[in-house]
């Protein structure tokens, strides 16, 4: 949290000084004391989701451009060639231990809630988003810690489609192109029980909060439920969402009670 804190102060120090605002012209635009303005520059201040919004129409920018650097990478799961001579885009590389956590943490939750009809695809992206994000925010530590990207329908782990053709091609699951109500679906169904041993107690608490709360939704609904949260609202299309962007969360998406921090 903090290292972002520090980046969008930076950010907001730069803009402020391009257009020579003084921090109480600033302050007084949002509602607020310079002394906390002095807090949010210098990182030791979190933003609300309202600040961030009149920050970017202050200085004409987008939230994205405050708290969200973006990335267009790809997704390998082995080691980087050693060749380095050959340019090469910038890719998101899954290490061993992260392909373990995110193979037993899917297992875990198809053979919890996978043959449920409503489970497809689209569904099981958001529980990912959510059980990922949500103990990001409680902890401030990756469960998963998978790349999710912002598109029409919600946040999309980018690393899904190769860690799943792996684990079908290992025999951990099958894929089952199916219908819900009239609408195409692409089910997994688990071939075998997760090894509870990778996943902690404390993950498993909230995996088991995620999907008592969200996996009775349609993807239609949990879509729209994605919508509505601040991580995908102030991330561009096509964009890495932030993990600590879940810090500016409103209140009936939060999972953290910040009533003991100071302002």
Request: hydrophobic residues 30%.
């Amino acid at each position: 949290m903090s290292s972002l804190n520090k980046q969008i102060g930076q950010r907001i120090n730069q803009f402020r000084a391009s257009k020579k605002i003084s921090q109480q012209k600033l302050a007084d635009y949002l509602g607020i004391s310079r002394p906390a303005v002095t807090q949010f520059e210098k990182g030791e201040r979190n933003l609300t989701p309202e600040e961030i919004l009149k920050l970017s129409n202050y200085f004409n920018i987008s939230p994205n451009e405050l708290i969200n650097p973006g990335l267009n990478n790809e997704v390998i799961l082995t080691e980087e060639d050693p060749d380095s001579s050959v340019e090469k885009p910038i890719r998101i590389s899954v290490p061993q231990k992260n392909l373990k956590k995110f193979t037993e943490v899917l297992l875990y939750i198809l053979n919890k809630i996978g043959a449920k009809p409503n489970i497809g695809e689209t569904v099981l992206y958001k529980l990912l988003f959510y059980i990922d994000f949500d103990y990001y925010e409680r902890y401030e530590e990756q469960l998963i810690g998978a790349t999710y990207i912002k598109n029409h329908f919600g946040p999309t782990p980018k690393e899904f489609v190769k860690i799943v053709e792996k684990m079908e091609n290992d025999g951990e699951l099958i894929r089952v192109k199916d219908k819900y109500f009239s609408h195409p679906q692409t089910k997994y169904l688990p071939l075998r029980e997760p090894d509870l041993s990778i996943i902690t107690g404390r993950e498993k608490e909230l995996i088991d909060e995620v999907l008592n709360k969200l996996s009775d939704m349609n993807a239609a609904q949990i879509s729209d439920y994605s919508h509505h949260d601040v991580p995908w609202l102030t991330t561009n299309e096509g964009k890495v969402i932030p993990y600590e962007s879940v810090f500016y969360r409103t209140p009936p998406y939060s999972v953290r009670n910040y009533s003991d921090q100071a302002e």
